[in-house]
């Protein structure tokens, strides 16, 4: 049976290492989806309740913006939980963000 599109994502959100960030579109790229961000943005509303647990605060927007931020416990959580792995944010935004962008292209053999 062939995973769903949400399960796919997951699978790749675990893969983030601490202390990287990825983004919605390199995620949708990554699984032959390039025009399904919006997509992947949608099933990390749901990572939460996925298991074993994915890293949605890992991913952010192509400009490296917190924009998924109000779908945890509270709106700082994403930011605290990133800071916690050593990645700075300012602003709502990830400082250095091509430094520590983690493309899953250019990462794993897909």
């Known amino acids: ?3 769903n599109f949400y399960e796919q994502v997951y699978e790749i959100a675990r893969l983030i ?8 579109g390199a995620i949708a790229k990554s699984l032959g989806a390039a025009k399904s961000s919006r997509m992947v943005g949608h099933a990390m509303r749901y990572a939460g309740i996925a298991h074993p647990p994915v890293p949605a605060h890992r991913v952010v927007n192509s400009s490296g913006l917190l924009t998924g931020k109000f779908h945890f416990e509270t709106p700082e959580t994403m930011e605290m939980l990133l800071a916690a792995e050593g990645v700075e944010v300012k602003n709502d935004k990830v400082v250095n963000f091509k430094v520590v962008f983690w493309n899953p292209m250019d990462e794993i053999n897909l």
């Open 1 to 3: 049976m062939d995973k």
């Open 17 to 24: 290492p601490k202390g990287r960030v990825s983004s919605y």
